[in-house]
């Protein structure tokens, strides 16, 4: 089993819809955690952290739960430009990031 | 003024060559990483090392070899490589003691043996 898991899609949505994301995590000793997108042939890059109180940016959601070890995305209002893999992404100690499978979203017209 | 630069972006060889990727950091980050990403997209860390230390090494054979002169570099040597070598090799960087902080890659090297 991963340290890291998420369902690796693709999530199929139109262009407007709302998406949501989830990922679990293995190990309690885990520290911080993150959501990064990779678009295709390119590196990922960090697109939010998430905080145990829960935090948005713009059109993005994250949240935490720490007692069941879960994560999760929210996308609102999808626009074509979200197409890309998000990544779960867990920092168990100062030195290592873990990161998931990835999920795949593809946003149609 | 690239943050963390990789060399090169492709690389085609033969089985059984020795190759080596370079990586640059100028975010003056103490810690650095080696990450492979196969065909199946999955992103998996293979080295980390702080201030020229390694810290992590994962189960990744002996044919591949980090080697870091000073904090800003990080360098990958493959001996002897082979077929299954053949995947993205993203190297990234970050600062050490801050939890919450990102991690940045490099645009990563494709790497195709044949």
């Known amino acids: 089993r991963k340290e890291v898991e998420q369902d690796p899609g693709p999530f199929n949505v139109p262009e407007g819809a709302t998406v949501a994301f989830n990922c679990t995590y293995s190990?309690?000793?885990?520290?911080?955690f993150f959501w990064y997108r990779q678009d295709c042939r390119k590196e990922p890059k960090l697109l939010m952290s998430?905080?145990?109180s829960g935090n948005e940016d713009g059109r993005f959601t994250a949240q935490l739960n720490r007692a069941s070890q879960y994560i999760s995305l929210l996308i609102r209002d999808s626009k074509l430009s979200d197409s890309a893999t998000y990544l779960c992404?867990?920092?168990?100690?100062?030195?290592?990031?873990?990161f998931g499978t990835g999920t795949r979203l593809q946003v149609f017209p | 003024d690239t943050a963390v630069s990789q060399t090169p972006k492709y690389l085609v060889t033969q089985m059984g060559n020795d190759k080596s990727i370079k990586c640059e950091q100028n975010?003056?980050?103490?810690?650095m990483y080696w990450y492979k990403q196969d065909s199946k997209k999955f992103l998996k860390i293979m080295f980390s090392?702080?201030?020229?230390?390694?810290?992590i090494n994962e189960t990744v054979p002996n044919r591949f070899s980090p080697k870091s002169p000073d904090k800003a570099h990080l360098n990958l040597h493959i001996n002897s490589l082979e077929l299954g070598d053949s995947a993205v090799y993203f190297c990234?960087?970050?600062?050490?003691?801050?939890?919450?902080?990102?991690?940045?890659f490099g645009q990563g090297t494709r790497l195709t043996v044949v």
């Open positions: 990234a960087s970050s600062p050490r003691d801050r939890r919450n902080t990102e991690a940045f």
């Open positions: 975010l003056g980050h103490d810690t």
């Open positions: 992404v867990v920092r168990r100690d100062t030195d290592k990031l873990i």
């Open positions: 998430v905080y145990s």
């Open positions: 190990n309690s000793a885990s520290q911080s």
């Open positions: 090392y702080n201030n020229k230390e390694l810290i």
